[in-house]
């Protein structure tokens, strides 16, 4: 798994930490449609992780 840093947890964890501060550092531009299939792709995860930190950050 690519990780753009050393975060501790679950992947779900990691996921979450990460869209989070790709949002917060306009890296995910506001408006911007995310696909879930994208994302866990990208990170070489499963789409569920990725749905939880998808609820999460709603």
């Not at 869209?19 to 299939?37: A, D, N, V």
């Amino acid at each position: 798994m690519p990780r753009e840093q050393n975060v501790k947890g679950s992947t779900r964890d990691y996921t979450y930490q990460l869209l989070r501060k790709r949002i917060l550092h306009l890296q995910l531009e506001p408006g911007t449609k995310i696909s879930e299939k994208e994302i866990a792709d990208e990170l070489n995860v499963s789409r569920t992780p990725v749905r939880e930190a998808f609820m999460k950050l709603e």
